[in-house]
């Protein structure tokens, strides 16, 4: 067997069927959205239900919400029978998913649903299946094969599912106003909290470790600054401390060889005058977004009235475990 070649046919396969998951989304998903917004203004949850693989793919969906400001739980319909049902609160909303809509186990759970007066969500292939019977609203996640060669094992099918629940928490996200700031309190920990609370006050550099130079005076003194700062760059300033220009280590190499007797030289000669600047307020992930965008290491902090207050060094990043 051809490794790689099979490879892309299963995925050429799984993209084919998201494509007509996609093609196939009709107002039933604006519906559903519909439902759910009123479903969490009313104070419930989104409720994700299925078994086998899609007991997996809930597990991510239930999550995804939560995690982008809709709040939602993963039951086990068979967990659900013997007293997880308590979860359900009075005011949420069930997701069904079953490709073949017809489970047993989670057949059985919508009685109780329906008995409490929910509304169901079914995501199922089949649109007259008992589930899509039972269910308010029918999204189709129906496929024209599996990537398994017998037509069997779920892979095209749940891989459509959990695309199709990536829109859906995605529409919410946008629909609902939810912003970086609310994805941050929902990630205190780890990497992806600290880039995203983390501000640039948290990690610039100050004080002695800011390297700085007056306007007019000779590279050497910049020189001086950066070595005692132990800095990449240092501010060029003018003598009410406003910025002018920067120079770094890469500008000091690059003139090293082209300007003879460099150290001797202003400042201004070999300075990028306006550099890219940071404020206080702007949040860690923005500092690696203008390094990437600007393809830069260093960046000077300013105030209101563009005088330097600090310094942020690209090398500092993955210390404070931001990179």
């Given at each position: 067997m051809n490794y790689i070649k099979r490879a892309k046919e299963v995925l050429d396969i799984e993209i084919s069927g998201i494509e007509k998951v996609k093609n196939e989304i009709n107002d039933h998903f604006s519906q559903a959205i519909d439902a759910i917004l009123l479903t969490i203004k009313n104070g419930g949850?989104?409720?994700?239900?299925?078994?086998?693989?899609?007991?997996?793919?809930?597990?991510?969906m239930a999550?995804?919400?939560?995690s982008t400001g809709t709040p939602a739980v993963a039951l086990?319909?068979?967990?659900?029978?013997h007293g997880d049902f308590?979860?359900?609160?009075?005011?949420?909303?069930?997701l069904a998913m079953s490709y073949s809509g017809a489970s047993d186990e989670l057949i059985s759970l919508l009685q109780p649903i329906k008995r409490k007066g929910l509304k169901i969500i079914?995501?199922?292939?089949?649109?007259?299946?008992?589930?899509?019977?039972?269910?308010?609203?029918?999204?189709?996640?129906?496929?024209?094969?599996e990537a398994c060669p017998f037509?069997?094992?779920?892979?095209?099918?749940?891989?459509?599912?959990?695309?199709?629940?990536?829109?859906?928490?995605?529409?919410?996200?946008?629909t609902r106003g939810f912003k970086l700031e609310d994805y941050a309190k929902l990630h205190p920990g780890g990497a992806i909290g600290r880039t995203l609370l983390l501000r640039v006050e948290d990690v610039m550099r100050t004080g002695k470790r800011c390297a700085t130079v007056r306007s007019g005076q000779p590279v050497r003194e910049a020189l001086l600054a950066m070595t005692g700062a132990k800095s990449g760059c240092v501010a060029v300033v003018k003598e009410d401390n406003s910025l002018a220009g920067i120079i770094t280590d890469g500008d000091l190499r690059r003139h090293l060889i082209e300007t003879p007797n460099l150290v001797e030289q202003?400042?201004?000669?070999?300075?990028?005058?306006?550099?890219?600047?940071?404020?206080?307020?702007?949040?860690?992930?923005?500092?690696?977004?203008?390094?990437?965008?600007?393809?830069?290491?260093?960046?000077?902090?300013?105030?209101?009235?563009?005088?330097?207050?600090?310094a942020v060094d690209i090398q500092d990043m993955p210390k404070l475990k931001i990179l």
């Amino acid at each position: 067997m051809n490794y790689i070649k099979r490879a892309k046919e299963v995925l050429d396969i799984e993209i084919s069927g998201i494509e007509k998951v996609k093609n196939e989304i009709n107002d039933h998903f604006s519906q559903a959205i519909d439902a759910i917004l009123l479903t969490i203004k009313n104070g419930g949850k989104l409720v994700v239900a299925g078994v086998g693989k899609n007991w997996h793919i809930g597990n991510k969906m239930a999550a995804t919400f939560t995690s982008t400001g809709t709040p939602a739980v993963a039951l086990h319909p068979i967990e659900a029978m013997h007293g997880d049902f308590g979860i359900v609160g009075d005011h949420d909303i069930l997701l069904a998913m079953s490709y073949s809509g017809a489970s047993d186990e989670l057949i059985s759970l919508l009685q109780p649903i329906k008995r409490k007066g929910l509304k169901i969500i079914a995501m199922t292939g089949e649109m007259d299946s008992p589930l899509a019977q039972h269910a308010d609203l029918v999204i189709s996640v129906k496929v024209d094969q599996e990537a398994c060669p017998f037509n069997m094992a779920p892979t095209t099918s749940t891989t459509a599912t959990l695309a199709l629940g990536d829109a859906m928490a995605m529409v919410l996200l946008e629909t609902r106003g939810f912003k970086l700031e609310d994805y941050a309190k929902l990630h205190p920990g780890g990497a992806i909290g600290r880039t995203l609370l983390l501000r640039v006050e948290d990690v610039m550099r100050t004080g002695k470790r800011c390297a700085t130079v007056r306007s007019g005076q000779p590279v050497r003194e910049a020189l001086l600054a950066m070595t005692g700062a132990k800095s990449g760059c240092v501010a060029v300033v003018k003598e009410d401390n406003s910025l002018a220009g920067i120079i770094t280590d890469g500008d000091l190499r690059r003139h090293l060889i082209e300007t003879p007797n460099l150290v001797e030289q202003p400042v201004e000669s070999i300075m990028t005058a306006d550099p890219v600047t940071l404020s206080v307020d702007m949040l860690a992930i923005e500092i690696l977004n203008i390094y990437e965008k600007h393809n830069i290491d260093d960046l000077i902090v300013v105030d209101e009235k563009n005088r330097v207050i600090g310094a942020v060094d690209i090398q500092d990043m993955p210390k404070l475990k931001i990179l």
